[in-house]
């Protein structure tokens, strides 16, 4: 196809909700299999966008999950030390570091919930030791980031750049990325953000949580505007939460039902380690393809 001509593109570092898969501590027969056998694992939801028009390629990272010293090794292609002619995008005061990846050129945080932050320690000092990292936000994330005084280790190499819903930031020619406010749980009254992300010729939406589609204005309108749309379907049934108390997530069905008429790509993302759809060969998983739908893996990669 032309567009992939562009050398811009998403791609999905993982589909697992927060805990991944295996879960800590869970016996279930999916999440003792991955135990036993690394490849059946899964990491937590992040997504990469990649441009590869310039000498370097520039890569940015949605949310810096429990994961992201996986997650950034699957992109050791971009952001190899041998890629030693800097592009516009690349911070060129860094010095690099022999043997190490260079960093990425910024992190976008969707929300404050543990598999979409839980990997920001690992930016520290222990750790990866960016410097200058750009790390944005919506003004409520940021400055709940920067008031918590156990994460100032690592916030201290970061640069903190405040997002406002709606409007949009350009990070390179024809490449654009805007914050959609979703509603989601909400302990400390900040929001959550879905994100936008408009290339050269295609449309990305990226919404790994969201607590009720009725909640949110127009979802069809906002669906039917993008070329993929990557939503929430952390449970297929509520019979995957036992006895426990509801869990504020749509279920794919109802997702399923309500979009089925979406012109673009409709791709689940986020799957709890529960979730029937993980299983090749399961009915819900060929309920959902007989729909038109996709589920997403890791290295799942979108052309914009």
Sequence with gaps: MAYQESGVSAVVLGAMQDGGLPHIGCECPRCRAAIKNPSLSGFAASLAIRDRRGGQTAVWIIDATPDIKWQIAMLAADLSP????????????????????????????????????????????????????????????????????????????????????????????????????VPHRDEWNIGTVAYRIEGPQKTVLYLPDIDDWDRWPQPAQELAAVDVALVDASFYSMDELGDRAPVAHPLVPDTLRRFAGIPGRLVLT??????????????????????????????????L
Excluded at 272 to 299: C, F, K, M
């Design 270 to 303: 986020h799957m709890n380690h529960t979730n029937p759809i993980l299983d090749e060969d399961s009915l819900e998983r060929r309920v959902v393809i007989q729909a038109g739908a996709q589920i997403a893996y890791q290295g799942l990669e979108f052309f």
């Design 82 to 181: 041998q890629e030693q002619n800097m592009g516009s995008h690349a911070v060129s005061s860094l010095k690099q570091r022999d043997g190490r990846l260079r960093q990425p050129d910024g992190i976008f945080l969707t929300h404050a919930h543990m598999g979409h932050i839980g990997g920001l320690p690992q930016l520290g000092p222990e750790a990866m030791a960016v410097q200058n990292l750009p790390l944005y936000g919506t003004p409520p994330l940021l400055t709940l980031l920067r008031e918590t005084s156990l994460w100032q280790p690592t916030i201290s190499r970061l640069v903190l750049r405040p997002l406002l819903p709606g409007e949009p930031l350009k990070l390179a020619p024809g490449l654009r990325i805007t914050a959609v406010p």
